[in-house]
């Protein structure tokens, strides 16, 4: 038994997230059908991440245990040809057979996107946030520091998440400007439901004044996501790179 390291991206505009649903069009579901082409018959994957309905990735990893010798450089191709052109598969190599797509994980880089034009891009429509109201890219950065550390995260969290263990080390945290796009760059050992885009949207009201300069450790400690500021929408989001 073979245990493979399937490297893949995808646009995740036209999906309803990573992880199978009954009722719409996942990623998972998309990309198991292609694997059964492939492998022939059931098997198993696990992903890296459960990324949210619109949420992008440059780089997200699944691990599956298959009996097939199909040499690993031949499994790109072969995958590429059953999957649409919004998911493509980079890379594939084998690994340890106690290895885990997600519970292996040592770290998880995500970027946001935010388109910082006057006049809305019809390009950057299902890829970027569009936000008109001017962005001082470098303040932010400075308070973005402040999520660097480990806390109890449950005040950027959805109410719903179900998770009994809040706590995330945050490594590092950035936000800079090219041009009319400005980046919030972030990586953490895990991430809660929804809590990059809680973040971001909390640095947003940082940036209009609704959330005092300097006040941002004082939210996070307070574990009260009222104080927190607004859930940034998921088409600017990408997890960018996972570490193992």
């Excluded at 505009?13 to 998309?30: D, L």
């Excluded at 980046?183 to 885009?197: I, P, Q, S, W």
Aim: glycine share 8%.
């Amino acid at each position: 038994m073979r245990n493979l390291l399937i490297e893949i991206s995808y646009d995740g505009s036209g999906y309803h997230g990573w992880q199978i649903q009954k009722n719409a069009v996942t990623v998972q579901q998309v990309f198991q059908k292609a694997v059964e082409k492939v492998f022939g018959g059931q098997t198993d994957i696990k992903g890296c991440s459960r990324t949210d309905s619109g949420v992008h990735a440059y780089s997200y990893f699944v691990s599956l245990k298959t009996e097939q010798n199909i040499p690993a450089e031949r499994i790109p191709a072969a995958l590429n040809t059953y999957l649409p052109k919004d998911i493509a598969v980079l890379s594939c190599k084998e690994v340890d057979y106690d290895f885990h797509a997600r519970y292996s994980v040592k770290s998880k880089e995500y970027i946001y996107k935010l388109y910082n034009g006057k006049i809305r891009n019809p390009f950057y429509n299902k890829y970027a946030y569009h936000y008109r109201f001017p962005v001082n890219a470098e303040y932010l950065n400075n308070e973005a520091k402040a999520f660097i550390g480990t806390y109890d995260f449950s005040g950027f969290c959805s109410a719903h998440s179900g998770v009994e263990d809040t706590v995330r080390t945050v490594y590092n945290f950035e936000v800079f400007r090219k041009g009319d796009m400005v980046y919030f760059k972030v990586e953490a050992d895990g991430f809660l439901y929804n809590m990059v885009r809680i973040m971001v949207g909390t640095l947003l009201f940082v940036n209009e004044g609704k959330i005092k300069q300097g006040t941002l450790k004082g939210i996070i400690e307070s574990k009260n996501r009222k104080l927190a500021g607004k859930t940034a929408p998921a088409e600017g989001l990408y997890l960018n790179k996972v570490n193992y």
